[in-house]
């Protein structure tokens, strides 16, 4: 089994920062890319930023320049800091991460999402 918990969200006032992080465990052999999305209420999941096992970056446009997003492998992390919040980046915000468990099969996980607010 494989579960990825994000921590990290909350009640933030615009122009504030926050930082996410998502840790996997369980029977993991190897996590290749890891990315962070947010789902807004009445929107589409969107991709915020992948990280790839290289540590290769994007960004949404919406996000560039405020939000970084980083890994830290040896804990099995990855993390999301946002600066410069505006009213607009509020929702839920989930990891993803493609891994390859101890059996040597690769699945795509997600977190349970961790909610983040941004006050006017």
């Known amino acids: 089994q494989v579960q990825l918990v994000e921590s990290g969200g909350g009640l933030v006032q615009a122009g504030g920062s926050l930082r996410l992080s998502c840790a996997a465990s369980?029977?993991?052999?190897?996590?290749?890319?890891m990315d962070w999305y947010r789902q807004a209420p009445g929107k589409q999941r969107e991709l915020v930023a992948p990280?790839?096992?290289?540590?290769?970056?994007n960004y949404a446009d919406s996000v560039k320049g405020r939000f970084i997003i980083s890994r830290d492998n040896a804990k099995n992390t990855v993390y999301l800091q946002m600066n410069s919040l505006k009213p607009e980046d509020t929702a839920v915000y989930y990891c993803?991460?493609?891994?390859?468990?101890?059996?040597?099969?690769?699945?795509?996980?997600w977190g349970q999402g961790t909610q983040v607010t941004v006050s006017s």
């Open positions: 990280i790839t096992s290289g540590d290769s970056t």
């Open positions: 993803n991460a493609r891994i390859t468990t101890s059996t040597f099969r690769t699945f795509n996980y």
């Open positions: 369980g029977n993991i052999l190897s996590i290749n890319a």
